[in-house]
C-alpha cells in the first residue's frame, strides 16, 4: 500500500457513496451477520441523520464525508462536518472559541470528525482491516491540507478510541483527555449479582429507588425490533422535544429522523417505556451495539420519583446483562451516575489547529487537563458504590 497512490476526495452526500463501501470501512466485523460494534458511523444511522435534515442546511452541520481510495477501491472513510458552531459535540471547546476570536482569529467554520449529537466512544477513521495505519495517515493528511488550503481554523476527532488516540499522537495530532460514566458488565448473570458487588447502604439505596419507580401506576416495558410501532415513536418525539428545549433551546434531531430509524434500525434499537392505562408516560432510547448498550436520550410528559433512574439506568443494566453486552455508556456528564455503578473512564479527542501560536497555547492547556481528568477519575472512582476490601473481609 506505500507504493500505492492514495487518492482524497470530499463528498457532500452519502447518496454518492455505495453503502457497501462505507460499511466495508465502518462495520466490517458485521459484515457476516450480527451487530455493528459502533452503530453510530454505520452508512445507515449517518444517512438517515441527512436524510431527515439532522445535518445539512440550516443545522450547522454540514458533511463533507472524507474519503480514501486507492486503485479505485474505498480504504478509508471518516464522518466529517463543516461546523458553523460548537453545538451537540459533548467535548467542549467553546473556550478554544471565544479565546483566538478574542485575540483577532476566526475559529468558525472549524472541521469535525464525529457522529453528530452523540457522545459514544467508536472508531472515527474508518478503514477496511489490515489498512489501519495507512487508511488513517491518509485521511489524517487528507483532511490537514484540506483545512490548511481552505482557511479552516481547526480540526476535531471526538470520542475516538484509545488505539486511534495513539496513532493519531504519532501523526502529530494534539490528544484530549475527558471522562464519561460508564458501567460494566462483570459476568453479571442476574441484577441482584450486580447488588451484591455493592456496600450494603448503596444496595439498599437502589432497590428502594427502584421500588419507587416501579410503583409509578403502570408498567415499564423494553422493545426492540418488530415489538416498536410508530405510535411509540410519536410518544418519544413528544419526550424528546421537551428535554431537548430545556437542554439545548431546541431539539437537534427531527421527528424525520426517527421514521426512519424505525423503518431501517429498529434492529439497532432499545426503548424502554413507561406505560400507564395503555399509554407511554416517559422513556428512555438506547442503540444497541455488539459489545455494549448505548443510552441516548430521556424524556417524560409526567413527572414520578425516581422513574428516570430506572428507565435510563437499570433498565438499561438489566438488558445488558441479559443479552451478555459488556458494558453500558449512559451519555454525557451526570456524577449521580456514580452511586448507581456507572464509573468515570477516560475519552479521547484529537485535534489539529493551524495557527502555529494557537495551537502551543492550546497544547499546553491539554497538558494541565490531562493532568485533572486523571486526579478526578480516581477520586471518583473510589467513590463508587462498590464494597471496599475491607467491607468484603468482614463479611
Known sequence: MSETQVEIEIVQSLASVDPADWDACACPEAAQGGRAEDPFTTYRFLRALEDS????????????????????????????YLKSHSQGEY???????????????????????AAPFTPATGRRFLTRPGLEQAGMAALVQGAVEIAANNGISSIHATFCTAPEAEAGRALGLMHRLGSQYHWENLTYQ??????????????K????????????????????????????????????QDTGARKWGRPYLTRAFFDLVQEGMRDDVLLVLAMREGQPVAGALNFIGRTALFGRYWGCVEDHPCLHFECCYYQAMDYAIAQGLGRVEAGAQGEHKIARGYLPRHVHSLHWIGDPGFARAVKQFLRAERDAVDQEVEILTDYGPFRKTEEKEQE
Open 53 to 80: 435534515g439532522s445535518v445539512g442546511a440550516g443545522s450547522g452541520w454540514a458533511p463533507h464525508y472524507l474519503l480514501a481510495r486507492a486503485e479505485g477501491q474505498v480504504i478509508a472513510c471518516a464522518p466529517l
Open 91 to 113: 467535548i467542549f471547546d467553546h473556550s478554544w472559541a471565544h479565546a483566538y476570536e478574542r485575540a483577532g482569529g476566526r475559529y468558525y467554520p472549524k472541521f469535525q470528525i
Open 205 to 240: 439505596t437502589i432497590r428502594k429507588e427502584r421500588a419507587r419507580a416501579q410503583a409509578f401506576g403502570g408498567e415499564i416495558v423494553q422493545l426492540t425490533g418488530d415489538a416498536i410501532q410508530p405510535a411509540h415513536w410519536e410518544a418519544f418525539w413528544e419526550f424528546y
Open 190 to 203: 442476574g441484577f441482584d449479582d450486580f447488588l451484591a458487588a455493592l456496600s450494603s447502604r448503596k444496595r
